[in-house]
């Protein structure tokens, strides 16, 4: 007896690993304290003690849960006597991977290219993964009941994720309960849960997802699937459910102000219009009721906040958290992070490639400076930022306009600083002591908002920035707050002239990570090594455009030049070539607009396919998001090839008929 197309298997064994990703992984949150390599930390922040919460132990359960999913896939093959056949479309995604492992093994740092960067974990191994669970469920997702038991479990994820972010949302999170800082934390540190101190601001959701933009892309993905299940289904029940997630999915996009999110959603919304056009009609009551749903939500989320949803959408712009590495304040950081002045020592000919040392005497201060000892600090006009910084061997120059400039110049002989204007004019200066440190202030009005201290080490504090500097080997160098001695550059740059703060300083990341592609063409750095190669010390345009000189970009915020710059060009081109296969496939399936029961599983995955790829525009890949995209495009194969299927015997039976 033949066995029939879709004979529903109700095996629960075989895509049991897949559904325990969508439906675990997402939600794990638990402090890693990785060891990092002396010569890595050097490079990162300087210590060799990471605490990590969101990324490390879903990369490692992802990991297992895939090397179970191939074990299961495997026997079930096997028990099954299943003939392989792996589809065309992977052909493109197979040279991916390839050009993946490449980079990897070329890369100058294997342990990252490997096992991925601090706080991202998306090395070769994760992304190895990624293309596994999406072969694996391309290849054995065979029946409706296949997808609708994938469906709640993923379900169940998202229910939990949307919870915790709407209460975020409105003042209370999770993890800053003691019952939430016990679920995260391990016994050896669970004396932390007292000191443990969150700093993420008000309002903020980021749930167990890390960043309110991953939040919106998540959001956009599940809110375009439930939209397609809501317009799609006639039963009442399953109506009510796919609009009660809706409405969370929704909530939560909102709530996390990603303008990208939004924008995606837009996209992939417009996308399930044309394809579910016929369903429009005759759920006209229900697409009313829905509505009138999101407009209260988008009302109440408003009110609530003092307006802060209607005044983000009207700036249209994402809050840029690229910034949140150390949220979690009594975990072991060092103290000198971000601080500017520990370990930032005044030393002659320090060696470069050492860090700075507790030795030095105190500064000498020219006469000719000390035109006004101890005198208080005067002038009226508003404090100026600081714009520019520039060296000169001895001479360190502080612009705070075009044409005016603080110049501190160390005499290398006699270790005497003078402060002079770019004019040559000695500039008065104000001396006091506090705290065993020298502090000098100045009157002029150009030059009333800096600060210089010394205590065997010159801070300079401004408005807008805060660093050390050393005079080392004949000339100022900038003090890292890892320790690092290391010189200002002026990175180059490629468009985004006069708009570096445009998308949330986007304009700045792409405008410096555009010309790095020209040196990975064939093969990349490495995945994951995307903040070692990156330009960081490009302070002066970090303090412009980044508010904080000394922020680590760790990532371009945008997919496709994250695929460039990590493992090529070339890759980035198979990587196109394999979602552009899907989409243009699907899109021409689906157009007709022949409704069976795999008709609004394939257009859901492919709404959700296309507001990740548009949301990628604005988001990089990452492993909180990732995972889910790539099991929904892989099940989005099997739909397609189930639906083509379907609509081929239909159209067989009618003409027998």
């Known amino acids: 007896m033949k066995k029939k197309i879709f004979k529903e298997t109700h095996n629960y064994f075989k895509l049991l690993p897949i559904a325990l990703i969508l439906a675990i992984v997402p939600l794990i949150v638990f402090l890693k304290q990785v060891k990092l390599d002396a010569s890595f930390a050097k490079l990162w922040k300087g ?53 993946v492992f490449l980079s990897s093994s070329f890369s100058d740092y294997h342990q990252q290219a490997f096992f991925g960067f601090p706080d991202r974990y998306e090395g070769f191994f994760t992304i190895f993964c990624y293309i596994t669970v999406c072969l694996i469920c391309a290849m054995l997702v065979t029946s409706e009941f296949d997808i609708k038991y994938l469906t709640y479990f993923l379900a169940f994820s998202v229910l939990v994720l949307s919870i915790i972010g709407i209460t975020q949302f409105f003042g209370f999170d999770f993890f800053q309960s003691d019952f939430g800082k016990r679920l995260i934390l391990p016994k050896a540190n669970e004396n932390l849960i007292s000191s443990l101190d969150f700093k993420f601001p008000k309002q903020f959701i980021y749930s167990t997802l890390f960043n309110p933009n991953y939040v919106g892309g998540f959001f956009a993905i599940i809110l375009s699937i439930c939209l397609v299940i809501f317009l799609s289904v006639n039963n009442l029940k399953i109506k009510i459910i796919s609009c009660i997630f809706c409405i969370l999915s929704f909530a939560n996009l909102l709530g996390s102000l990603s303008a990208a999110g939004l924008i995606s959603m837009v996209v992939s919304g417009l996308a399930i219009l044309v394809f579910m056009r016929k369903n429009l009609l005759r759920n006209t009551v229900p697409i009313l009721i829905l509505l009138l749903c999101i407009i209260a939500s988008t009302i109440f989320m408003n009110y609530s906040s003092n307006g802060l949803i209607f005044r983000s959408l009207n700036i249209a712009s994402n809050f840029n958290y690229s910034d949140v590495k150390d949220k979690f304040v009594a975990l072991a950081t060092p103290k000198n992070y971000n601080s500017g002045i520990n370990n930032t020592l005044m030393l002659i000919n320090v060696d470069p490639d050492s860090k700075i040392t507790t030795t030095g005497g105190d500064p000498k ?17 508003a404090p100026r930022n600081l714009s520019d910084i520039r060296i000169d061997n001895n001479n360190l120059y502080l612009f705070t306009s075009d044409t005016d400039a603080l110049i501190v110049n160390i005499d290398p002989a006699t270790s005497n600083f003078s402060f002079t204007d770019n004019n040559k004019k000695p500039i008065e200066v104000s001396k006091s002591t506090s705290d065993n440190k020298i502090i000098i202030t100045f009157s002029d009005e150009r030059f009333n908002s800096i600060k210089i201290s010394f205590s065997n080490f010159m801070l300079v504090e401004t408005p807008n920035a805060t660093f050390s500097a050393i005079y080392s080997n004949d000339s100022f160098k900038i003090v890292t707050p890892a320790g690092n001695i290391t010189d200002i550059i002026k990175a180059e ?3 985004f002239q006069g708009k570096e703060k445009w998308g949330s300083s986007r304009g700045y990341i792409w405008s410096r990570s555009i010309p790095m592609i020209k040196n990975t063409l064939f093969l990349g750095n490495g995945p994951d090594t995307y903040a070692i190669y990156f330009p960081q010390n490009d302070y002066v345009a970090k303090m412009n455009f980044l508010s904080n000189m000394f922020t680590i970009v760790d990532k371009p915020h945008n997919m496709y030049l994250q695929i460039a710059i990590n493992t090529g060009v070339l890759s980035l081109l198979a990587f196109l070539v394999f979602v552009g296969w899907y989409v243009i496939y699907s899109f021409k399936l689906y157009i007709k607009g022949i409704f069976n029961q795999f008709f609004a599983s394939g257009v859901a995955c492919l709404a959700a396919v296309i507001s990740f790829l548009v949301s990628s525009l604005a988001n990089d890949s ?21 639906y083509a299927k379907s609509i081929k015997l239909n159209s067989s039976s009618i003409k027998k008929a």
Request: positive net charge.
């Open 47 to 99: 210590t060799t003690n990471e605490a990590d919460f969101f990324s490390y132990y879903k990369m490692t359960w992802f990991i297992v849960l895939t090397c179970i999913a191939i074990f299961t896939f495997l026997i079930y093959i096997f028990v099954k006597k299943i003939k392989l056949t792996v589809p065309k479309i992977f052909i493109p995604a197979g040279v991916y991977i390839i050009l």
């Open 493 to 495: 740059s490629f468009g």
């Open 622 to 642: 990452t492993i909180t998001v990732s995972l889910t995209f790539w099991i929904i495009i892989g099940v989005g194969i099997a739909c397609n090839n189930l």
């Open 365 to 381: 201060i020219s006469k000719s400076s000390l035109l006004a000892l101890n005198s208080t600090t005067s002038g009226t006009s």
